[in-house]
C-alpha cells in the first residue's frame, strides 16, 4: 500500500522524515539528521514545513511527532477545506452562467440587429396576448409597472379577471408595481384582492416612470411613448422579443420593487387600518377596543404593527403617513 501522507499530496522526503521523528519520539536537529544521513540544514527545512502542517510540533529545541491519527486528520481537514472552497468558486461560476447568457444574446442581438419587434394595439390584444404567451411557456412571470389611475380603472372593471383565471391554472405569476393613489379606486382593491389571493404579489410606490412590462425571459412591453400611460395613447404598445430589452427592465422592476411598500391588507394589515381610521376620529384606545370587538392589548399591538409597517414614530406620524398613502379612505 502507498504512504497514507503521500496520496495526500506530501512526497517522499516529508513522508519519510515524518516517520523518522515518530521513531526517534523526541529528538534534536542534529539526532534527526544523523537518523536521516542528511545535512543539518536541509533537513531543518524539512522540519520547519511539517511544522507548519502540524503533523509534528517543536519544543524547546525537540522535535515530537503528533500522533498519526491526529496528524493525518488535521491534513484530511485542511485539504477538505481547500476542496470546499474549490467547490463554492465552482457553485459561484456555475451561478454566473445565466449573467453570461444574458450576455452573450446582448451581443449576438446588437451585432444581427434581430429586434423582433411588433406593433400591438388596443387593451383586448394587450391581456390577451399577455395570456397567449403564458399558455406557450407556462408557468410564466409577469412584471409589469402601472404608472396611472386610468390604467388601473380599465384593469380592475374589465381586463383583471383573465389574469386572475390564468394564475388559478398556474399559466402565470403577476408581479406588479402600481401608484398608491389608485389603491382606493372603484373596484382596485377587490381586484387586487382576488390578484394575491391567487398568488400575485403587488406593491405600492408614490410614482411609477411608466407602463412597461416583461413576459417571461424573452417579452417585453414598452408603451408607444415611454412616461405616459396607455389609455391616452389608444393602448398602442411595441412587444419586443430579445433579452437584452427584457434583461434592462427586470432590472428596472426590480430597482422599483425594492423601494416598493407591500399592500396595507390582509389580516394584520386591515386591523391596523381600522385602529387608525377610529383614532383619526378621535377615538382612544378604550373606545377603539369596544368598538372592534377586542382588547385594549390588541388594538395598541395593532397600533405597534402600523407604525412598523409605515416606519413612523409616533401614533400621529403614523396617522399622517397612512392619510398620505389613502389607507383612511
Known amino acids: 500500500m502507498s504512504d497514507p501522507f503521500e496520496t495526500l499530496g506530501l512526497d517522499p522526503a516529508q513522508s519519510a522524515l515524518y516517520t523518522a521523528v515518530l521513531r526517534l519520539h523526541r529528538a534534536t536537529r542534529t539526532d534527526i539528521a544523523l537518523a536521516m544521513d542528511d545535512p543539518v540544514e536541509k533537513v531543518g527545512h524539512q522540519l520547519d514545513d511539517l511544522v507548519k502542517l502540524g503533523v509534528i510540533h517543536e519544543q524547546s529545541g525537540h522535535y515530537l511527532a503528533r500522533h ?48 423582433m419587434v411588433e406593433m400591438a394595439s388596443g387593451a383586448d390584444i394587450l391581456y390577451e396576448s399577455v395570456v397567449g404567451i403564458a399558455i406557450q411557456s407556462p408557468p410564466m412571470t409577469l412584471l409589469t409597472g402601472i404608472p396611472d389611475e386610468r390604467t388601473m380603472i380599465d384593469f380592475a372593471r374589465k ?31 377587490d381586484q387586487l384582492t382576488r390578484l394575491l389571493e391567487t398568488g400575485g404579489k403587488v406593491r405600492t410606490l408614490d410614482r411609477v416612470p411608466s407602463w412597461f412590462m416583461t413576459a417571461g425571459p424573452e417579452v417585453a412591453g414598452l408603451p408607444s411613448v415611454w412616461g405616459g400611460n ?3 395613447n389608444a393602448y398602442n404598445f411595441y412587444l419586443v422579443r430579445t433579452p437584452v430589452v427584457v434583461g434592462v427592465l427586470r432590472t428596472l422592476f426590480d430597482e422599483l420593487w425594492a423601494k416598493a411598500l407591500p399592500l396595507p391588507w390582509g389580516r394584520r394589515g386591515d386591523g391596523a387600518i381600522r385602529v387608525l381610521r377610529l383614532a383619526a376620529q378621535g377615538m382612544c384606545d378604550e373606545s377603539i377596543a369596544r368598538q372592534l370587538g377586542i382588547s385594549v392589548r390588541t388594538v395598541r399591538a395593532r397600533f405597534a404593527d402600523a407604525m412598523a409597517e409605515l416606519g413612523a414614530q409616533s401614533r400621529f406620524h403614523a396617522g399622517a403617513e397612512a392619510a398620505r398613502r389613502g389607507w383612511l379612505r
Open 68 to 115: 498519526p491519527a491526529a496528524a493525518l486528520g488535521r491534513v484530511i481537514a485542511e485539504r477538505l477545506d481547500r476542496l470546499a472552497a474549490e467547490s463554492r468558486m465552482i457553485d459561484s461560476a456555475l451561478g454566473s452562467i445565466r449573467g453570461l447568457i444574458r450576455d452573450y444574446d446582448a451581443g449576438r442581438d446588437y451585432q444581427s440587429g434581430s429586434f
Open 159 to 189: 381586463f383583471a379577471d383573465p389574469w386572475i383565471d390564468a394564475q388559478k391554472r398556474n399559466l402565470l405569476t403577476v408581479h406588479a408595481v402600481v401608484p398608491v393613489s389608485t389603491l382606493m379606486l372603484p373596484g382596485v382593491r
Open 230 to 232: 396607455l389609455p391616452d
